[in-house]
T-cell receptor, first 114, second 111 residues
Framework: DTGVSQNPRHKITKRGQNVTFRCDPISEHNRLYWYRQTLGQGPEFLTYFQNEAQLEKSRLLSDRFSAERPKGSFSTLEIQRTEQGDSAMYLC????????????FGQGTRLTVV | KQEVTQIPAALSVPEGENLVLNCSFTDSAIYNLQWFRQDPGKGLTSLLLIQSSQREQTSGRLNASLDKSSGRSTLYIAASQPGDSATYLCAGGTGANNLFFGTGTRLTVIP
């Protein structure tokens, strides 16, 4: 296992279209996180899964955003009716259970909405 | 809400210099503090994790310290190299390991 994998690496879409991103965490990690990062800013938390259960969602996650983690393995993040303000880097991270566990990030998916 | 601040926003140093990056946070009830490196257009690479019960962690030329009472962490880089050029991010971790990030320090090491 080589780490957290995200696909695609880049996505360009027209405003109003739906997009879906995939994250494959480190296999033994039961926690999975999605973050969003805009240019010049640090990543901002979107949502968090423990196994297949989505335990926390940020207020940043509008009703156009939905995330799933069926079977507690890979996760998908879907954005419906994309807007130009959705343009950002979407980062996935995973960690093992515990309060002092290291989070490992993927390479991110760069979304550009035109 | 946890607020994380990193100073300076950008730093340029000549190769070989030792340097310190600063991180401050508002809520001392963090469980851990993690330092990351980010290259342009790339994801985050974890450098060091300091648990709340620890005061510092070392990895190679990197040393990170944590002072919860004052809400500060520092990342010390010894004998800087051009390959160290990147953005360095600190993040405070909650119990569920949701991380609150600073905006980063962009480091340039000049050969």
């Amino acid at each position: 296992d080589t780490g957290v994998s995200q696909n695609p690496r880049h996505k360009i879409t027209k405003r109003g279209q739906n997009v879906t991103f995939r994250c494959d965490p480190i296999s033994e990690h039961n926690r999975l996180y999605w973050y969003r990062q805009t240019l010049g800013q640090g990543p901002e938390f979107l949502t968090y899964f423990q196994n297949e259960a989505q335990l926390e969602k940020s207020r940043l996650l509008s009703d156009r955003f939905s995330a799933e983690r069926p079977k507690g393995s890979f996760s998908t993040l879907e954005i419906q009716r994309t807007e130009q303000g959705d343009s950002a880097m979407y980062l996935c991270a995973s960690s093992s259970q515990g309060v002092n566990t290291e989070a490992f990030f993927g390479q991110g998916t760069r979304l550009t909405v035109v | 809400k946890q607020e994380v601040t990193q100073i300076p926003a950008a730093l340029s140093v000549p190769e070989g210099e030792n340097l310190v990056l600063n991180c401050s946070f508002t809520d001392s009830a963090i469980y851990n503090l993690q330092w990351f490196r980010q290259d342009p257009g790339k994801g985050l690479t974890s450098l060091l994790l300091i648990q709340s019960s620890q005061r510092e962690q070392t990895s190679g030329r990197l040393n990170a310290s944590l002072d919860k009472s004052s809400g500060r962490s520092t990342l010390y880089i010894a004998a800087s190299q051009p390959g160290d050029s990147a953005t360095y991010l600190c993040a405070g971790g909650t119990g569920a390991n949701n991380l609150f990030f600073g905006t980063g320090t962009r480091l340039t090491v000049i050969p």
